[in-house]
């Protein structure tokens, strides 16, 4: 069966989708699901910078894209495949920008349903990049069964970056995108700000974390550890229910019953202590 799929992406002006699709894979993982990361911003791939995978030239989608003369392979992407940390694989992205051409968005639909075929494996979390039209990340999130995640500044021109990638994502698919509010100071004021802007609710909060990304980033390490760790978690948990089997379902008390989840205010205590 096709593992299942997340979509994490973002607006104009880097919002932080990367480093939410990296947050929230490690998060997925720890909590016991076979997770395969796929970098497919057709900008240049960020996570190899999130994290520590070794050697890079050469790897990941642009090798897979390389040996596969114009076919996509589950095998080929499991070879390049980078195990990053139990339950955690890494599939890095394009080196540059100016790769972009390698990555249409009818091969960014190639590599991820033959990353949802890879052995082993049983959620395919993808960093789509920006969400524009036509995109990589349109044509992922039009998938019959994708999940969307879209990441917002919680200010004014975070806002409307997310206002018009709403409207891209409403061409590409009917199921609403789960909304997270990232880098939130006030969670009160610039959650129910974002919200009413947007006319959509927000589904999930990651804090301003600045520097403790900073310093995760820098020694290469997933943010599953400590405090951010445990905030990443809740997120996740509360997001979406990677485990929709019967004991999941008992252990979460019916709390994923709704989409969205967890409320942003819940997480926001949990976050707080990050
Ligand atoms: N919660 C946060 N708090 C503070 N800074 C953050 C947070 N999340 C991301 N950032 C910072 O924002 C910047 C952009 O993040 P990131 O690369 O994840 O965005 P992106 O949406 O993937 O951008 P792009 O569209 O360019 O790929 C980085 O410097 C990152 O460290
Ligand atoms: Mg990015």
């Known amino acids: 069966m096709a593992a299942r799929l997340v979509v ?40 190899a910078a999130h994290i520590s995978v070794g050697e890079i030239r050469g790897r990941g ?42 990555l249409r968005p009818h091969v960014g639909v190639a590599v991820t349903e033959a990353a949802r075929q890879v052995d082993g494996v049983d959620l395919v979390v993808v960093d789509g990049g920006r969400l524009l039209p036509g995109s990589v990340a349109q044509a992922v999130l039009a998938l019959p069964s994708a999940v969307g995640v879209l990441a917002a500044r919680a200010d004014v021109p975070g806002a409307l970056a997310a206002q018009r990638a709403l409207l891209v994502a409403a061409e590409a698919t009917a199921t609403p ?3 997270v509010a990232v880098g939130v100071r006030r969670t009160s004021g610039d959650v129910a700000e974002l919200a009413a802007a947007l006319e959509h ?39 979406w229910p990677p485990d929709d089997s019967e004991p999941a379902r008992r252990a979460a008390g019916g709390r994923h019953a709704r989409r969205g989840g967890q409320a942003p205010a819940e997480q926001e205590r949990e976050a707080a202590s990050a």
């Open 8 to 47: 994490v992406t973002g607006g104009k002006a880097g919002p932080g989708a990367t480093t939410l699709a990296v947050g929230l894979a490690g998060a997925w993982a720890a909590a016991g699901r076979r997770v395969l990361l796929v970098d497919l911003d057709p900008a240049g791939g960020d996570v």
């Open 61 to 102: 989608v642009a090798a897979v894209l390389a040996a596969g003369a114009g076919r996509v392979e589950p095998r080929g992407v499991a070879a390049e495949a980078v195990e990053v940390a139990a339950g955690l694989r890494v599939l890095i992205g394009l080196p540059r920008a100016d790769a972009a051409g390698l």
């Open 177 to 179: 995108l789960a909304l």
């Open 201 to 239: 609710p927000v589904n999930g909060v990651v804090p301003a974390w600045r520097r403790q990304l900073g310093r995760a980033i820098q020694t290469g390490q997933l943010p599953t550890g400590g405090r951010l760790g445990r905030a990443y978690r809740s997120l996740a948990a509360g997001l």
